[in-house]
């Protein structure tokens, strides 16, 4: 996705990829975003999604024999299924060509959109907007979402190859905002009356955090921010983390958590990520949102930022402070402090002797409330009190990406657990939201049997979502 959005800048200077925040210095496929539904931080543009694929499937013909079948639905004119003749040539064969010519340095045509039912389907969720800013009880996206082609969400059960995405319209002009509230009740009513007002006038990205996250991020995530603000999040911070990974593996005693404890230990000698003024918000203030407005030729910043005027005077300023960004460093901030709470956490857990668990859910529209934790209704035992609980989101769509730190010999697991059933039974929110099942969740039956369809076999990612590991989905 990096690389995809580097691509799209030299391509199209006032276009931009789906894709330019999130893990970008990981530099991701585009086809692991399709195969999850990720993109929290794209609120305008929604998770990522496309009808239009090729992809590989597995089944078994009436001899008995194992069958690979490319399904293309990419819908690009000249390599339609009904373009080539039996034995002569092949969509892959064709996609390999263009694909190498272009990796060489030469110049090739830009291909089109057939007129087929492929070449006009979806190639990303246009509808989100809407969706996002209808005020109901419904998430606005997550994992077991069974719409789509079956490339989408198909967390490994199909092989996907290539993947057509709608580009988007590069803002003119855009600012930053920190904004800090004193309650939380106070940031949600901000989210319904200021960012998802109507679907026209949506901001870039809107992002949540914490007290629990700022104190770990300014205590355990200055080294890896300031990196960021220097080198950028990509290849360069790509190949400093691989590097990381690489002396975590290195077989001396304590390599897995050596770099962290580097990290921790030299972290009060850095510069602090935030300008002074922001800090002074994050240390009086509990909660806080990095938000981004751009224009786009409509009127939408003056708008979003009218709204927020008014939600100021009306709520007051000892309930809410507003800071605008002054000039790209302050903005590059705001995203590395955000970008690195993930790996801050787990910094700050090697360096304070704790254990951590993560997880990732969608909470209702027109909900949000905090998950309870502690003592479990009708229940004898109760749940084990964090000694910090991170909380941080894509606030525009209501997903949530929290990190626990327990003392050690909690069993962090049935912590994990816990949590998952007050998401689900008692604010009715659906988990996991962009991260996979992998084998720890059960997906719902709908989308099992919906990953058994497009898997008779099971020879793709088994087990996955709680589905059989043996052959066929057998017992």
Same mark, same amino acid.
């Given at each position: 996705?990096?690389?995809?959005?580097?691509?799209?800048?030299?391509?199209?200077?006032?276009?931009?990829?789906?894709?330019?925040?999130?893990?970008?210095?990981?530099?991701?496929?585009?086809?692991? /975003?399709?195969?999850?539904?990720?993109?929290?931080?794209?609120?305008?543009?929604?998770?990522?999604?496309?009808?239009?694929?090729?992809?590989?499937?597995?089944?078994?013909?009436?001899?008995?024999?194992?069958?690979?079948?490319?399904?293309?639905?990419?819908?690009?004119?000249?390599?339609?299924?009904?373009?080539?003749?039996?034995?002569?040539?092949?969509?892959?064969?064709?996609?390999?060509?263009?694909?190498?010519?272009? %990796?060489?340095?030469?110049?090739?045509?830009? /291909?089109?959109?057939?007129?087929?039912?492929?070449?006009?389907?979806?190639?990303?969720?246009?509808?989100?907007?809407?969706?996002?800013?209808?005020?109901?009880?419904?998430?606005?996206?997550?994992?077991?979402?069974?719409? =789509?082609?079956?490339?989408?969400?198909?967390?490994? $059960?199909?092989?996907?190859?290539?993947?057509?995405?709608?580009?988007? +319209?590069?803002?003119?002009?855009?600012?930053?905002?920190?904004?800090?509230?004193?309650?939380?009740?106070?940031?949600?009513?901000?989210?319904?009356?200021?960012?998802?007002?109507?679907?026209?006038?949506?901001?870039?990205?809107?992002?949540?955090?914490?007290?629990?996250?700022?104190?770990?991020?300014?205590?355990?995530?200055?080294?890896?921010?300031?990196?960021?603000?220097?080198? /950028?999040?990509?290849?360069?911070?790509?190949?400093?983390?691989?590097?990381?990974?690489?002396?975590?593996?290195?077989?001396?005693?304590?390599?897995?958590?050596?770099?962290?404890?580097?990290?921790?230990?030299?972290?009060?000698?850095?510069?602090?990520?935030?300008?002074?003024?922001?800090?002074?918000?994050?240390? $009086?203030?509990?909660?806080?949102?990095?938000?981004?407005?751009?224009?786009?030729?409509?009127?939408?910043?003056?708008?979003?930022?009218?709204?927020?005027? $008014?939600?100021?005077?009306?709520?007051?300023?000892?309930?809410?402070?507003?800071?605008?960004?002054?000039?790209? @460093?302050?903005?590059?901030?705001?995203?590395?402090?955000?970008?690195?709470?993930?790996?801050?956490?787990?910094?700050?857990?090697?360096?304070?002797?704790?254990? /951590?668990?993560?997880?990732?859910?969608?909470?209702?529209?027109?909900?949000?409330?905090?998950?309870?934790? @502690?003592?479990?209704?009708?229940?004898?035992?109760?749940? +084990?009190?964090?000694?910090?609980?991170?909380?941080?989101?894509?606030?525009?769509?209501?997903?949530?990406?929290?990190?626990?730190?327990?003392?050690?010999?909690?069993?962090?697991?049935?912590?994990?657990?816990?949590?998952?059933?007050?998401?689900?039974?008692?604010?009715?929110? $659906?988990?996991?939201?962009?991260?996979?099942? =992998?084998?720890?969740?059960?997906?719902?039956?709908?989308?099992?049997?919906?990953?058994? %369809?497009?898997? +008779?076999?099971?020879?793709?990612?088994?087990?996955?979502?709680?589905?059989?590991?043996?052959?066929?989905?057998?017992?």
């Amino acid at each position: 996705i990096s690389d995809l959005s580097a691509k799209v800048a030299s391509w199209f200077s006032d276009r931009e990829s789906h894709s330019v925040l999130g893990s970008m210095f990981l530099n991701p496929t585009t086809a692991a /975003g399709v195969a999850y539904g990720s993109g929290g931080t794209q609120l305008r543009k929604g998770p990522a999604r496309t009808d239009r694929a090729l992809y590989a499937k597995v089944s078994r013909d009436k001899w008995g024999e194992n069958v690979i079948a490319v399904v293309n639905t990419l819908g690009i004119d000249g390599i339609e299924d009904t373009d080539f003749q039996p034995g002569k040539g092949s969509v892959v064969e064709q996609l390999d060509m263009y694909a190498r010519d272009v %990796k060489e340095g030469y110049r090739r045509s830009m /291909g089109k959109s057939s007129k087929s039912k492929f070449g006009t389907a979806q190639a990303s969720d246009a509808q989100y907007p809407q969706k996002v800013c209808r005020d109901d009880g419904s998430v606005s996206r997550f994992n077991a979402d069974t719409e =789509g082609e079956d490339c989408n969400r198909s967390e490994g $059960k199909v092989l996907i190859l290539a993947t057509v995405h709608d580009t988007f +319209p590069k803002p003119e002009q855009s600012k930053t905002y920190w904004v800090s509230f004193a309650v939380f009740e106070t940031s949600l009513a901000f989210r319904r009356e200021v960012c998802l007002d109507n679907p026209s006038d949506l901001p870039v990205s809107v992002e949540y955090m914490d007290r629990d996250s700022f104190d770990v991020v300014d205590g355990a995530g200055r080294v890896m921010g300031n990196l960021i603000k220097i080198v /950028g999040a990509g290849s360069i911070m790509g190949k400093l983390w691989q590097l990381k990974l690489w002396i975590e593996a290195l077989p001396f005693n304590g390599a897995p958590l050596f770099c962290d404890k580097v990290l921790f230990n030299i972290n009060g000698f850095t510069p602090a990520l935030l300008p002074s003024r922001i800090m002074d918000a994050g240390r $009086k203030m509990d909660h806080h949102v990095a938000m981004t407005i751009g224009e786009f030729g409509d009127g939408t910043m003056d708008r979003v930022l009218e709204r927020m005027d $008014k939600f100021v005077e009306d709520r007051g300023e000892d309930k809410i402070k507003v800071y605008e960004c002054s000039g790209s @460093g302050e903005e590059t901030s705001l995203m590395a402090f955000r970008f690195v709470a993930a790996a801050a956490f787990r910094t700050w857990c090697v360096g304070n002797g704790k254990q /951590g668990i993560s997880i990732d859910y969608a909470l209702p529209k027109n909900g949000g409330a905090v998950p309870a934790l @502690g003592k479990d209704d009708g229940e004898a035992s109760s749940q +084990p009190i964090p000694v910090k609980r991170m909380r941080y989101s894509h606030f525009g769509c209501n997903v949530v990406h929290e990190d626990l730190a327990y003392e050690a010999g909690v069993d962090v697991h049935s912590a994990k657990m816990a949590l998952k059933k007050s998401v689900e039974h008692k604010c009715q929110g $659906k988990l996991p939201a962009e991260h996979g099942h =992998g084998t720890e969740y059960h997906a719902p039956e709908e989308a099992q049997q919906r990953w058994k %369809k497009m898997d +008779p076999l099971n020879v793709f990612n088994p087990g996955v979502g709680g589905l059989s590991t043996k052959f066929r989905y057998q017992d």
